[in-house]
């Protein structure tokens, strides 16, 4: 499996189904936010992390993808998708997955910006791969981020949603956010190439991804 970030909370996902390549993509965003998205992408399937899909700009992919923007359990290419709603006061929810990829359980929280219940934490047993904002704005904060990344224990944190070059909204850093942690050292890597029998069996990684 190979992880690359996008920029904010959008994330490609590249995985082996049989003899052929699935690839899930997150959280699409447009050029008002200041960065550029890659024009390129034909990805198999699209989560989206709120119901609302006019928050995603979905006419940039090469191809028709499978968009996941509702509640329930997905299989598409050997990508599993299990998604619960976040309420929120209004007629569409904030949505939380857990994506089981190649034997691997990745949770990703791309919209969230509250801490999380007691019961939403409990849908997040066992991940190995947690996938969080932590630059505050309208979603989590690094403060919010440490707070759920010890409840939940994840073998690997990748940070999401923070300030780069080129975005227009004001966020914290993610070297705040490892500050928070209390990690000396974020590793930074250009895109994360994981298996199995690569995580991690005792301390907390956490990588930074380069934007691709």
């Given at each position: 499996m190979?992880i690359f970030?996008?920029?904010?909370?959008?994330?490609?996902?590249?995985?082996?189904h049989g003899?052929?390549?699935?690839?899930?993509?997150t959280?699409?965003?447009?050029?008002d936010?200041?960065?550029?998205f890659?024009r390129?992408?034909?990805?198999?399937?699209v989560?989206?992390?709120?119901?609302?899909?006019?928050h995603?700009?979905?006419?940039q992919?090469?191809?028709?993808?499978f968009i996941?923007?509702?509640?329930?359990?997905y299989e598409?290419?050997?990508?599993?998708?299990?998604v619960?709603?976040l309420?929120n006061g209004?007629?569409?929810?904030?949505?939380m997955?857990r994506?089981?990829?190649?034997?691997v359980s990745?949770?990703?929280?791309g919209g969230?910006n509250?801490?999380?219940?007691?019961?939403?934490?409990?849908?997040?047993?066992n991940?190995?791969?947690?996938?969080l904002?932590v630059?505050?704005?309208?979603?989590?904060n690094?403060?919010?981020?440490?707070?759920?990344?010890q409840?939940?224990e994840p073998?690997?944190v990748?940070?999401l949603?923070?300030?780069?070059?080129?975005v227009k909204e004001?966020?914290?850093t993610v070297d705040?956010?490892?500050?928070?942690?209390?990690?000396n050292?974020c590793e930074?890597?250009n895109?994360?190439k994981?298996?199995?029998?690569?995580l991690?069996?005792e301390d907390?990684v956490?990588?930074v991804?380069?934007?691709?």
């Open positions: 190979h970030w996008h920029g904010f909370s959008c994330v490609r996902i590249e995985a082996a003899e052929k390549e699935a690839t899930l993509v959280d699409p965003y447009g050029s936010s200041g960065l550029r890659p390129t992408l034909a990805p198999d399937v989560a989206l992390s709120h119901q609302d899909k006019k995603f700009p979905l006419d992919f090469t191809n028709t993808p996941v923007s509702d509640p329930g359990e598409v290419s050997g990508i599993f998708s299990y619960h709603a309420p209004g007629d569409t929810h904030g949505l997955y994506f089981e990829i190649e034997g990745l949770g990703f929280l969230l509250r801490v999380l219940s007691e019961e939403e934490l409990g849908k997040l047993d991940i190995d791969i947690l996938l904002p630059g505050g704005g309208d979603q989590l690094a403060k919010q981020a440490v707070e759920i990344i409840t939940v073998r690997i990748i940070p949603h923070y300030q780069i070059e080129g004001k966020l914290g705040a956010f490892c500050k928070e942690l209390g990690v050292k930074n890597v895109k994360l994981i298996n199995r029998k690569d991690p069996a907390l956490v990588y991804l380069e934007r691709a």
